[in-house]
């Protein structure tokens, strides 16, 4: 029998974890769409749009934007037609009360498989991947200064090899920022890991592995 129910990915892990690079295999393999809360938020940051000029009050602090905010920016998202064979969720749910929300969207519940992988690395490690992580203002590619050099430079400043542009440090990148969104990460991550295993759907994968480890474990979860 085919199986047609939709495939309904949720990542989870602190900021740094890898899930940004874990996302995009995931999404070039099972052939679903990759949904970035903090991607969607940042894009209308940049476009100046009510919902940017509010979100960006909590973002630039590392503190969550408001649930009501971005659960209606998410219904609207999940409608598009790409995903209309599943998505995979990078970001959200954040706290328990996302996640009630999450599992009530009938999106969510209606004829789904739904599967949260954690991605688990230690809080000193994420400090030093995000304090050396830049970010492309144009294109949105990322890079590691120390696993992901950029190849192009001009001056001290790096170039994106994609396009050219200089590349940034995002503000919630730098390192107080970093350990508040630490601070809120850990808030939230207990209660809300303890509610995926509660449904039944949570796998855990050690993120300290290579990427292609990571990527080949998280692979046969989902097969
Ligand atoms: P991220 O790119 O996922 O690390 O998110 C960057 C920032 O966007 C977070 O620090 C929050 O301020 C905001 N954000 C992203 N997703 C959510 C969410 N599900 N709920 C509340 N705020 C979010």
Known sequence: MIDTKKRIVVLLGPPGAGKGTQAEFIKERFHIPHISTGEILREHIDKGTPLGIEADKFMHKGDLVPDDLVFDMLKERVQHKDCTHGALFDGF???????????????????????????????????????????????????????????????????????????????????????????????????????????????KVNGMISLEEVSRQIAKILE
């Not at 950029?150 to 919630?172: H, M, S, V, W, Y």
């Open 93 to 203: 749910p954040r706290n328990v009360d996302q996640a009630e929300m999450f599992f009530q969207m009938d999106y969510v519940s209606s004829n789904a498989k739904v599967s949260a992988i954690l991605i688990d690395i230690p809080d000193d490690e994420v400090i030093k991947r995000l304090s050396n992580r830049r970010y492309c203002p144009n294109c949105k590619s990322i890079y590691n200064l120390i696993h992901k050099v950029p190849q192009k430079k001009a001056g001290t400043a790096f170039l994106c090899d994609n396009c050219g542009t200089e590349l940034e440090i995002r503000d919630d990148d730098k390192v107080e920022t970093i350990k508040n969104r630490l601070n809120v990460f850990h808030n939230a991550a207990g209660p809300l890991i303890d509610y995926f295993i509660r449904k039944n759907v949570l796998h």
